[in-house]
């Protein structure tokens, strides 16, 4: 498969056998991820940590956008716009979910070309400046005892909005950045974590926002302006590119005191005919 992908049918290419040596020797065959119940792999190094604390950020910070609201309380929100008919705001959850569907699939045609921190990053501060303009027309809108028409079409623009810088960056990485992080040994289990992570942040969406909604209205908004101005710092200084790194490059970038820094540092890999990596040399 390696020859046939990455070799051009050449068994004997230097980059196949580069490619094999280095599985050989990261991948430990009697490692924890053979034993059901060991789940030490995840944290008896200070990179193996790094990583599962890299895997469960992003993925409970995916659900902590707004997103949550704006996915199952869609109704409510609308009823702060003044859209309160039934009709209206069933054709506008149809038309917001489409649309979130379109840019999706955008965001997975470019997170290959682009990279996944500057798309995670895009869609984060995305997300904060649409929730503020959210805020602004909501609070307007509610000032003017629900009469301001642009108010509440700024809203609805505010809305969609969001759905596509969200889907454009967030949505494609959900599948794929809390994978790439983890080494072979900690696959399964780190995304066992990962899925927990994300069923917790579903608690906080599904018990905690209506009761906020319908005890302080708009103004919830004003929390999610601050999260995710949080979450994109977070994601700023913390977490690492993984775009063109392959699972072996990995490991040393999570063992590098600064993986963020080295994750984005060019290298020029040369390696003998025997597929040995003979000089790495930063650019």
Same mark, same amino acid.
């Given at each position: 498969?390696?020859?046939? #992908?990455?070799? &051009?049918?050449?068994?004997?290419?230097?980059?196949?056998? +580069?490619?094999?040596?280095?599985?050989?020797?990261?991948?430990?065959?009697?490692?924890?991820?053979?034993?059901?119940?060991?789940?030490?792999?995840?944290?008896?190094?200070?990179?193996?940590? &790094?990583?599962?604390?890299?895997?469960?950020?992003?993925?409970?910070?995916?659900?902590?956008?707004?997103?949550?609201?704006?996915?199952?309380?869609?109704?409510?929100?609308?009823?702060?716009?003044? &859209?309160?008919?039934?009709?209206?705001?069933?054709?506008?959850?149809?038309?917001? @979910?489409?649309?979130?569907?379109?840019?999706?699939?955008?965001? @997975?045609?470019?997170?290959?070309?682009?990279?996944?921190?500057?798309?995670?990053?895009?869609?984060?501060?995305?997300?904060?400046?649409?929730?503020?303009?959210?805020?602004?027309?909501?609070?307007?809108?509610?000032?003017?005892?629900?009469?301001?028409?642009?108010?509440?079409?700024?809203?609805?623009?505010?809305?969609?909005?969001?759905?596509?810088?969200?889907?454009?960056?967030?949505?494609? +990485?959900?599948?794929?950045?809390?994978?790439?992080?983890?080494?072979?040994?900690?696959?399964?289990?780190?995304?066992?974590?990962?899925?927990?992570?994300?069923?917790?942040?579903?608690?906080?969406?599904?018990?905690? #926002?209506?009761?906020?909604?319908?005890?302080?209205?708009?103004?919830?908004?004003?929390?999610?302006?601050?999260?995710?101005?949080?979450? #994109?710092?977070?994601? &700023?200084?913390?977490?690492?590119?993984?775009?063109?790194?392959?699972?072996?490059?990995?490991?040393?970038?999570?063992?590098?005191?600064?993986?963020?820094? @080295?994750?984005?540092?060019?290298?020029?890999?040369?390696?003998?005919?025997?597929?040995?990596?003979?000089?790495?040399?930063?650019?």
């Amino acid at each position: 498969m390696l020859a046939k #992908w990455h070799g &051009y049918g050449n068994t004997d290419s230097p980059w196949v056998r +580069l490619q094999l040596a280095e599985y050989e020797e990261f991948l430990n065959m009697n490692g924890a991820d053979k034993r059901w119940w060991d789940y030490s792999a995840l944290f008896k190094t200070h990179a193996s940590r &790094y990583r599962i604390a890299c895997n469960c950020i992003f993925a409970i910070f995916a659900q902590w956008a707004g997103n949550g609201v704006l996915s199952y309380f869609l109704p409510a929100v609308l009823t702060t716009a003044g &859209y309160t008919e039934d009709i209206t705001q069933a054709n506008i959850n149809l038309g917001y @979910a489409c649309f979130q569907f379109v840019f999706a699939l955008f965001g @997975a045609f470019w997170v290959e070309r682009i990279g996944r921190r500057p798309m995670m990053l895009f869609s984060m501060a995305g997300c904060c400046v649409t929730w503020i303009g959210m805020t602004v027309a909501t609070g307007l809108f509610a000032a003017s005892d629900n009469t301001n028409a642009s108010a509440a079409k700024a809203t609805l623009a505010m809305i969609f909005l969001f759905g596509a810088v969200f889907s454009i960056g967030i949505t494609p +990485l959900q599948a794929l950045y809390p994978v790439e992080v983890l080494s072979f040994e900690m696959r399964a289990k780190g995304m066992a974590f990962s899925a927990l992570a994300v069923n917790a942040g579903g608690l906080l969406n599904q018990f905690a #926002w209506p009761v906020s909604l319908k005890a302080i209205g708009w103004h919830t908004y004003i929390v999610f302006v601050v999260w995710c101005a949080v979450q #994109w710092t977070v994601f &700023y200084f913390f977490l690492p590119e993984t775009k063109a790194h392959t699972l072996e490059e990995l490991d040393s970038i999570f063992q590098a005191r600064n993986p963020v820094k @080295a994750s984005l540092t060019a290298r020029k890999v040369a390696f003998s005919a025997e597929g040995k990596i003979v000089a790495v040399e930063e650019l």
